[in-house]
């Protein structure tokens, strides 16, 4: 955990102003830079020390088995797991023959920055080597987001009190040593050895290699070139071999010289092309980018996310931190999906190898909004990229006994890769996600061609997969049995209000879908009849109901299970994941991550405001958030409630979880759906905002800790701006034709380029909720809080 004042406060930066080695791995997930295509840890530019080495391309795996104690029918038979693909990120420096290494001579200043404006990753340091040379060192890095496949690193040394003799090693290396296996089973397996050499050559400044993987059979290809600028008599030597590629670049530098390198990085691979193709993608994307050069790379990484902030930004006033830590997690959620084309986004993003660099289903329920209304392109992507895994899914389901398509619950290729069913193959909530983040995509956009093209089939063979897993019972209710819902800490359970309020959307949109597009539907043997039977399916639907308690169970039968022993279970015995079985967890009244919950906000619309009330108070008295997933919708729906200090609370927790490690495994890689969450949190929180049926609604409110929020909005062609205060909201269409949306249940009309402002009514006081023992969220603004806040301010 970073307990030290790790990075200063500051709007638009995260800065670390020490380098604290026994945090070093969770930096490099922080300060990871990424474009959805290519991701680069942090990892220092010598390469040593580190905590966690990592180069990653989206969808670049290798296969393992799944061996099993006791194999069953359709268990999975083998794994995916992301490969930590050619290390380019290596630039060596020795002075007058003594290695550039912070664990030895004396480290004077070390500073890294994240600059969230420019999408750059800068680091300062001076050092004095054992010997006594001071030197200085300056380097930028940068993941390009206009060109897809490169990413750039500026590198500059100079002396700082006399003459010294430098060799620079810029290095291409694969299969560099990992880390062991940790007992967690959130942390990722380690592949040894994972590539093998193809080919490799140099043509000095330049290097390429070529590897294969031997059991996913994919094609991988890294090369490098250099621009080298320094004193007269500055010599470059290009080498390769079958793992190791190195450009060494020698200069005598006088007191007041300097020798600049930029160093070009690009990466293709492919399933189908030949080793040939592959080199020769890259040797083309490293002449595309030197041509480019430094100054272009940046000047578009400046362009691109200049264009993306001014639709995406939340503004706060009152909270630096959080501030800092939004446009944070804006950057992250953006890093992860922008140039994914067709590629999953993975639960990690490409920061860092947790969870093997799978895909679940909080991609298509936390991120994909986001997305879907601050880069609509990269949430289309990413659900491309199911489509082109139906086939894949379609397996599955006929595997399973079951029609249409039922995709993973972890993947990386599509295949589903869970080996234990009760938690993976179980939770078919997942298609009721994809079909949401379909249904909602098409509403913020009117993308026609995607629908005919993509959202149809999606729709038509997620609806069959409810059709055929639930049935009508006697009482002519349609039931779905024997599934496990969100909350990971119940399973195989009957009736889960999420998956069945979810799958009922579905059943609605797959036959609203076909009526809309008959012949296309057609295509894929769907007609009106077959949709008449999911609207029946979707009337017909179970939605539990305690009379007693006057609030819904979870599944049906949750609120007769004994309530779990908070009063006695240890604080070091969180996440109970880790230190009591599952067939405990299972029969008791816990929950790991708000499931019920979760209905409240994405299905708010079928229910009441007073049952909203009541749900949330009796979960919340069950909700131990062993999840990074919880605290985001926790947020939303205290404050829908009125509980607006607790939703400010877990605001902060959503939003500071990697930047103060809360989960203890940010050096696995960041949490992209939590960071996603906290833009959910301030928007959907704070904001109000609520997109059912395709109508924007909002009923925004403030909790006394924050003085205005701001933030921004594409819809339909337009460009939306709100602001809030204590007292008024105020909304502007500041692109595109004037819009109509709710405010606090009123329709308003919102000219174009014309501010409209209305009262914000009072919130309706309840009793505070409890949490389980020991699990409320931290109180921000706090004494400790404020604490740690000055104490990072002032370093």
Known sequence: MITHPAFTVEPWAVRETTLDLEVLAQSESVFALANGHIGLRANLDEGEPFGLPGTYLNSFYELRPLPYAEAGYGYPESDETVVNVTNGKIIRLLVDDEPFDVRYGTLLAHERLLDLREGVLRRRVEWASPAGAKMRIHTTRLVSFVQRSAAAFLYEVEPLDGSVRVVVQSELVANEPG?????????????????????????????????????????????????????????????????????????????????????????????????????????????????????????????????????????????????????????????????????????????????????????????????????????????????????????????????????????????????????????????ADIADAVVRYQAATEDDSFERDVGLELLVETARLWRSLGHHDAQGRFRIDGVTGPDEYSAIADN????????????????????????????????????????????????????????????????????????????????????????????????????????LHWRGDAFSDEEKADNFAYYEALTVRDSSLSACTQAVIAAEVGHLELAFDYFGEAALLDLHDLEHNTRDGVHIASLAGAWIAAVAGFGGMRDHDGKLAFAPRLPARLERLAFGLLFRGRLLKIEVNEANATYTVVRGAALEVEHHGRTINVPSNEPTTHAIPPAITRPEPSQPYGRAPVRRGTLGDETRRQDRLRS
């Not at 007992?183 to 397996?189: H, I, K, T, V, Y």
Request: contains cysteine.
């Open 179 to 431: 880390v062991t296996q940790e007992a967690d089973p959130r942390a990722a397996a380690v592949l040894a050895s994972a590539l093998q050499s193809e080919s490799f050559f140099d043509q000095d400044p330049r290097v390429v290699l070529v590897h294969s993987t031997r059991g996913s059979k994919l094609l991988i290809s890294a090369g490098m070139d250099h621009l080298v600028d320094g004193p007269e008599g500055t010599e470059t030597l290009a080498e390769s071999g079958p793992d190791l590629g190195r450009v060494t670049i020698t200069a005598d530098l006088a007191n007041g010289e300097r020798l600049r390198m930029v160093k070009f990085l690009a990466y293709g691979w492919s399933s189908q092309r030949s080793p040939p193709a592959v080199r020769d993608q890259v040797v083309a994307a490293l002449t595309e980018a030197r041509h480019t050069g430094w100054d272009g790379l940046l000047e578009g990484q400046r362009a691109y996310l200049g264009e993306f902030w001014d639709c995406a930004d939340v503004e706060l006033d009152g909270d630096t931190e959080l501030q800092q830590a939004v446009r944070f997690a804006l950057f992250h959620t953006l890093q992860a999906g922008a140039r994914a084309e067709q590629r999953p986004i993975a639960a990690k993003g490409l920061t860092g190898p947790g969870y093997d660099g799978h895909t679940f289903w909080d991609t298509e329920r936390f991120v994909l909004p986001v997305l879907t209304y601050t880069a609509p392109q990269a949430a289309a992507d990413a659900l491309r990229w199911r489509h082109t895994t139906l086939d894949l899914a379609r397996d599955r389901a006929q595997v399973l006994g079951l029609h249409g398509a039922a995709f993973p619950w972890r993947t990386i290729r599509g295949q589903e890769c869970s080996a234990y069913w009760p938690a993976g193959t179980a939770a078919f909530h997942i298609d």
């Open 496 to 599: 889960n209000v999420y998956t069945n309020l979810l799958a009922q959307r579905n059943l609605r949109a797959a036959a609203d879908a076909v009526a809309r597009h008959p012949s296309a539907a057609g295509e894929f043997g769907a007609d009106l009849e077959e949709a008449a039977v999911w609207r029946d399916a979707a009337r017909d639907m179970v939605i539990p109901w305690d009379e007693v308690l006057n609030v819904h169970p979870q599944s049906e039968g949750f609120t007769d299970h004994q309530i779990w022993d908070f009063a006695h279970t240890e604080p070091d015995q969180y996440p109970l994941l880790l230190h009591f079985p599952y067939f405990d967890l299972y029969r008791k009244q816990v929950v790991k991550q708000a499931d019920l919950v979760l209905a």
